[in-house]
């Protein structure tokens, strides 16, 4: 698509249909997952893989330092010059044009930027989570890179990250970032009960069973964006185990409704977007969501900050 058929409201909100750009997600889905699984080999495991995703940057999706014998580096995925940029502790860095390019020669330049660092990335070069699963070095044919999709989904991305982090500083307990994990490319952020869950029974493509246990081998509640679910995306948020009444749980939020194909509560993106307040309406869904579930699930009710509590901030 061109950047014509791309545009951003005046309340910074951009439309981009997904159908509209499945080639060019499906070629940056694996880009992805070669930056992420680049960082997963060197960080060390912290619970549930949150030492994997990447964050959302001003410029675009980053790993955050990444520690490498004394040293650091990090990897940005810069849609603003539409560039990967590999910055190392030593002072040198190295640039990787985002252009369009196959699966396999991304894969190909990146491990040699990384090379020219002195960088060793023993990654498992097969993406997760996807079905079928072709090598990265063996992809040839995903190869498209729109760079006005990319640039709109990373203002997506903006928008939801800044709501997902204002519904995440009200929770008391254990609240993960706001992440972008790759595997299923979605932002997420995830508030835990306290208590333990009984063992996932797995079944992602291509992703070990024990992977998924850990990432919900305690109780909890998550929410998030991907661009899926809707003709523009959609917003969702699950409770694993699901409590008994979950689903039926009316959230008032117009709009929203339960997926039993996904399992999950769902706004469109788009509804949110042509709300009079989308950043009202989506914090209402985040809010109403994990209202059902802590409702259902018994949480405790002392997990939710009294916003009234919260102390002022002096400029």
Known sequence: MSEQDTTTTDNGWPELRVSDWQDTQATIHMWLQVIGKIRMAHAPLINHWWQVPLYVTPRGLGTSAIPYRTGMFDLEFDVVDHRLLIRSSSGEDRTVSLE?????????????????????????????????????????????????????????????????????????????????????????????????????????????????????????????????????????????????????VELGVEGSFYSEEFGQFLLPYEKVRRAADPDAVLLEFFEATYRAAATTGHWDENLILDPHRLPRHNS
């Open 100 to 248: 369009p390019q196959s699966v396999a020669r991304f894969y190909e330049r990146t491990m040699a930027a990384l090379d020219e660092l002195h960088i060793e990335a023993p990654i498992r070069p097969v993406p997760t989570e996807v079905d079928p699963a072709v090598p990265f070095a063996e992809d040839h044919d995903t190869a498209s890179y729109d760079a006005a999709s990319v640039t709109a989904f990373w203002r997506q991305l903006i928008q939801a990250e800044r709501v997902m982090t204002r519904f995440r500083s009200t929770f008391l307990g254990k609240v993960s970032p706001v992440h972008f994990f790759w595997g299923a490319m979605d932002l997420a952020c995830t508030r835990f009960s306290g208590r333990s869950a009984p063992t996932h029974p797995g079944g992602a493509p291509n992703c070990a069973d024990w992977v998924m246990e850990e990432g919900y081998s305690h109780e909890l509640s998550s929410c998030g964006f991907w661009p899926g679910g809707g003709e523009e995306g959609a917003f969702y948020s699950y409770a694993y185990p699901e409590p008994e009444g979950f689903k039926e």
